[in-house]
């Protein structure tokens, strides 16, 4: 596709070569460095073939010298399509500023969008975005997101993280309020402690002083954001943290089957069990015995007594069918049990790390009459709980 654009652009014809020897002139334009494509001999004395539109007049020169005679029978390029509008100047140049203002568009925002607003309003943050430069129409070579996001933040205490991303004409600004703290035992100071182990992917901190950062190792237990902060003049604080963390971790899953897997086949043998059910409670069954056959398969239909009534009864009969079948061992095989085991592994990972799991190895091993599967995986996962903050008294 690119290389048919550039060539459109460069422009091609297409001509024909008639001569007793078509090969002299074909052989001097490969010496010339003159590319041809498409060469096909149409006729003993003729030859078709493409070439370049700015080689032309090149071609045509050694064309007598090569006792050949050459014609175009046809052009392609932008400037052969542009050369029918060469007598319409008003039209070409209206044509002309038409594409000028549409490159000169693409340097302006046009559109901004605003999500992850819950109490905030978009219009009040838009009108003070507004007042720090980042609004439509204004160049976005002149747009300093840095400096705006440093801005809103210290406009607004109830924002606790900002990011503008600028892509082509549009603007995404996404939003991160600031959690009020609640009541009781919700606005009580604590730390951020580890729950597992693993290694410290990111972490964003909203409120707390941060002790661990992006590719340390951790352990459960750690404190990854202490509650308690030192101010510059030696004040000590207490609050509640709050950090978003994410953790590469690495689970280790079995899973087992029994060695031997035993199916049925069913005899064809079935027994009929009814009851009686009347207020909620079974009477009896009757015509058979409890436990008719040593393996069985057992249906159970209820049939109520008001079936096309227009009156409720609270009698219903409950039909019980039991199908003999005889324990029959299967063959195992190899490739179906990874499956059956590899999905389970798979599965106990998505429950475990919510679906974190970036890479895994399956393994499995015959031993003891039972087929166990192991799996090594890679997940990233969120990682770290409240822990209350423990407070000196300093």
Partial sequence: MIKGIIGYI???VQVEIVSASCERLLDQCRLRGIRLWKIERTAPDRVTAYMPSGRLEEVMDMSGRCMCDISVMRRKGLVDSVRP?????????AALICAAI?????????????SGCESISPRELLLELRDLGLETGRPISSIDTNEIKLGMMMRRDDIAYMTINIKGTRARVQVRERREALPHEDDTPCDIVSDRAGVIKSIKVFEGEQLAYAGDTVDAGDILVSGRMVSSQGEVRYVRSMADVTLRTWRDVTAALPGEIYGREYTGRRRVRLSVEVGGHVLGGCCIEKIP????????????????????????IIKETYAEY???????????????????CRSVLGLMTHGGVKSADFGFTFEDGVIR??????????AGIASPAEQTGE
């Fill in 373 to 382: 599967g192991r799996m090594r995986a890679e997940c990233e996962e969120s």
């Fill in 85 to 93: 509008f060469g007598s319409r100047r008003l039209l070409l140049a």
């Fill in 326 to 344: 005889v324990p029959e061992r299967l063959e195992l095989s190899a490739d179906k049990c990874a499956e059956v085991l590899e999905s389970t």
């Fill in 10 to 12: 460069r422009g091609w």
């Fill in 293 to 316: 056959f040593a393996w069985y398969d057992k249906t159970k239909e209820c049939i109520s007594a008001d079936s096309g009534a227009t009156v409720w009864l609270p009698v219903r």
């Fill in 102 to 114: 549409c490159r000169l568009s693409t340097c302006f925002l046009w559109q901004i969008t605003i």
